[in-house]
């Protein structure tokens, strides 16, 4: 049975970084794309990021972290990271990992969906604040 998990979230302060990880299990991880979500309650659930699989090389950014943020992988250990720099001030925010449904490529047309994503972790809670 696939999992995914994520950690490493907590408080930081405005301009500060924190990665966070998502360890997989169940599944083989470099047949896989995996994405990055956020969600504050009480809104709907926006894409982050994607990172097609090592063999696909192609990764997706909303223009929103472009810049600040970057996605990796630890294939042998089935992990993938999100670092998040230069950190904004909002409210808590839930970070999710989610699998891709078809596979190794995350595409233009569609990364930024839920739909396209089979298996979630339960969250980590992000807050930038002072």
């Known amino acids: 049975q696939a999992q995914l998990v994520e950690s490493g979230g907590g408080l930081v302060q405005p301009g500060g970084s924190l990665r966070l990880s998502c360890s997989t299990s169940?599944?083989?991880?470099?047949?896989?794309?995996i994405g990055w979500f956020r969600q504050v309650p009480g809104k709907e659930r926006e894409g982050v990021s994607c990172?097609?699989?090592?063999?696909?090389?192609?990764?997706w950014y909303a223009g929103s972290v472009r810049g600040r943020f970057a996605v990796s992988r630890a294939s042998a250990q089935g992990k993938a990271y999100l670092q998040m720099n230069s950190l904004k001030r909002e409210d808590p925010v839930i970070y999710y990992c989610?699998?891709?449904?078809?596979?190794?490529?995350?595409?233009?047309?569609?990364?930024?969906?839920?739909?396209?994503?089979?298996?979630w972790g339960p969250g980590t809670q992000v807050t930038v604040s002072e």
């Open positions: 990172m097609s699989s090592s063999s696909v090389g192609i990764n």
């Open positions: 989610a699998r891709v449904t078809t596979g190794r490529a995350c595409e233009r047309s569609w990364w930024s969906s839920p739909d396209h994503y089979d298996t």
């Open positions: 169940g599944f083989t991880f470099d047949d896989y794309g």
